[in-house]
């Protein structure tokens, strides 16, 4: 996308992710969209992330 982007540039860049996470790792909402955070440097502590605005996967160890 050049530099500076337009909103049709951004438009483009949101639908092309939309599709990738839907039709690329079969994440069909945003409500489904979880993530996972750790500090290696902490002996693979949890990190808790609020403002990213989506759900932490419970416990994955």
């Given amino acids: ?3 500076p982007a ?3 540039g951004y438009r483009r860049l ?3 992710i939309v599709t990738g996470l839907r039709d ?3 994440i069909p ?3 489904n969209l979880v993530y996972q955070a750790w ?3 902490e002996g693979n ?4 992330l609020p403002l990213i605005g989506s ?3 419970e416990s994955w160890q």
């Fill in 1 to 3: 996308m050049p530099w």
């Fill in 6 to 8: 337009n909103s049709d």
């Fill in 14 to 16: 949101a639908a092309r």
């Fill in 24 to 26: 690329g790792y079969g």
């Fill in 29 to 31: 909402e945003p409500q």
């Fill in 39 to 41: 500090n290696d440097r």
């Fill in 45 to 48: 502590r949890e990190i808790e």
């Fill in 55 to 57: 759900v932490r996967q």
